[in-house]
């Protein structure tokens, strides 16, 4: 019994040793990756176990612009944990990055430990993305190619029964990092129908494969409309049936085809498919077949006739509705949004001319009555201010005038006044000169007076002279 205490003892004590051994603190240090692209990043990480407290840094040297951190911390209640450090760098040029760890940590027992690694990481040139867009394999499930499959060979074709309904295109791809469109499961109509399997290289470069699959129609129905060569659809299994139309059949060329037709309207529209394997809706009467194009504004659908609108100052031009083209009316020298059309209003089976705008994307019935008051209004308007024009016009010539004609008077009167100042300045000279004359001939006149008056006095002053003597 004693033997067996001792040996429990032994292995609780054992146990405890391990525990404590391998409580001291430990780390491992890596890097992302050992190889990388120039411009590319590379992260750094150490991760520390049992540790309490750490001094740690990481040192970054070599091809990278430089991502070196370092940190120094403790657990906040003492006791160990595992955390983990890390630095990311960009690699700037082709060479080497290297990585140097150094610190140390400590556990919650004091245990120290010295932390020492380096790691280098090389640093490689770009390497250029794949311009691989081939195909591996491409197969339509149950039937064969024709030709057999090539992938430098962009077109196929493939002929199946005319019970078929859907066919399922599968392929795989020559390079891993290129992607492939235009797979699975699609529907198909007797005659000619037409698929694309799209393959895009990591580059962006695409490449196109062709798949034409004809479902066999032992007795086509072939028409022509336009100068173009259509086949009538025999099914309407895959067709969307158009707004406001209810499905019936109708009987072309001995056969009981599908027709949708408006109850309003009375339009009658089968399914028609061209070589290319496009199917498209035309409007069927009296065995004439026209091309149908419907519009759907949200408000209104309606179905465009192309009757000529002549109303003044709308001029004819096209434009495209939802993907269709359209005939319409744009009004002179205004570079707006809205448009004339006519067309025929399937919800109540009327006929009107409608603005459509292009922004809004609606319409609604023109009245054209209100369009031509506002018009004779705006030719009133237009007519008062010319006459308006006018009036105001001719006063202004009429005041010019005025003013002309005041500035020839004055220029009269300033001549006549200059040729009174002139004669004015005459008779004053004249004047002046005659008092001139007076004065001198009296100046004159009153000299002889003095000169007689001195002779005089000379012969009384010789007199008593010789009176003396």
Not at 13 to 24: E, P
Not at 356 to 373: A, G, K, P, R, S
Request: net charge negative; proline share 3%; glycine share 4%.
């Amino acid at each position: 019994m004693k033997i067996y205490k001792y040996f429990f003892t032994f292995l609780f004590l054992s146990f405890i040793n391990l525990t404590i051994v391998s409580a001291v603190p430990s780390y491992t240090f890596s890097v992302s990756s050992s190889s990388i692209t120039s411009d590319s990043r590379v992260t750094a990480s150490v991760t520390v176990k049992n540790t309490a407290s750490w001094n740690i840094k990481i040192t970054s040297a070599g091809n990278t612009n430089g991502c070196t951190n370092s940190w120094a911390d403790a657990s906040t209640d003492g006791k160990n944990l595992t955390k983990t450090f890390s630095v990311t760098c960009k690699a700037n040029s082709t060479g080497t990055i290297s990585f140097v760890l150094s610190g140390d940590i400590t556990d919650e027992n004091y245990n120290s430990k010295n932390l020492s690694s380096t790691k280098t990481v090389k640093v490689t040139a770009p390497i250029p993305d794949s311009t691989v867009n081939e195909l591996k394999s491409l197969t339509v499930d149950e039937y064969e190619l024709m030709p057999t499959f090539d992938p430098d060979v962009l077109e196929y074709s493939v002929t199946v029964p005319p019970t078929t309904t859907k066919v399922n295109i599968g392929a795989t791809k020559k390079d891993s990092k290129s992607s492939i469109q235009g797979l699975g499961e699609f529907p198909v109509e007797e005659g000619t129908n037409n698929f694309k399997v799209i393959v895009t290289a990591e580059s962006g470069a695409k490449r196109e494969y062709s798949i034409i699959v004809n479902v066999e129609d032992t007795n086509p129905i072939k028409v022509s409309v336009g100068g173009e060569e259509y086949s009538v659809l025999k099914t309407s299994r895959n067709l969307e049936i158009p707004s406001l139309y209810t499905e019936s059949t109708i009987n072309i060329s001995g056969f009981d085809v599908p027709v949708f037709i408006n109850e309003i309207t009375n339009i009658k529209l089968v399914a028609l498919k061209d070589i290319k394997g496009s199917v498209s809706f035309f409007i069927y009467k009296e065995g004439e077949y026209y091309k149908y194009t419907e519009i759907n504004t949200g408000n209104l659908i309606i179905y465009p006739t192309d009757k000529e609108i002549n109303i003044k100052g709308w001029d004819k031009t096209e434009i495209n509705i939802n993907n269709n083209n359209v005939l319409a009316y744009k009004y002179q020298n205004l570079n707006n949004n809205f448009y004339l059309l006519s067309g025929i209003n399937l919800l109540d089976g009327k006929e009107n001319i409608y603005m459509y705008d292009e922004v809004e994307n609606t319409m609604q019935i023109f009245n054209n009555e209100l369009y031509e008051v506002l018009l004779n209004d705006n030719k009133f308007y237009l007519y008062f201010i010319l006459g308006s024009f006018g009036v105001i016009l001719l006063c202004l010539i009429i005041i010019i005038s005025l003013i002309h004609s005041k500035g020839k008077v004055r220029k009269s009167i300033c001549l006549l006044e200059k040729k009174l100042e002139s004669r004015d300045r005459e008779i004053n000279m004249i004047k002046q000169m005659k008092e001139n004359h007076k004065k001198n001939k009296k100046d004159k006149k009153n000299k002889a007076i003095k000169n007689i008056d001195k002779e005089e006095n000379d012969d009384t002053e010789t007199y008593n002279i010789l009176k003396d003597d």
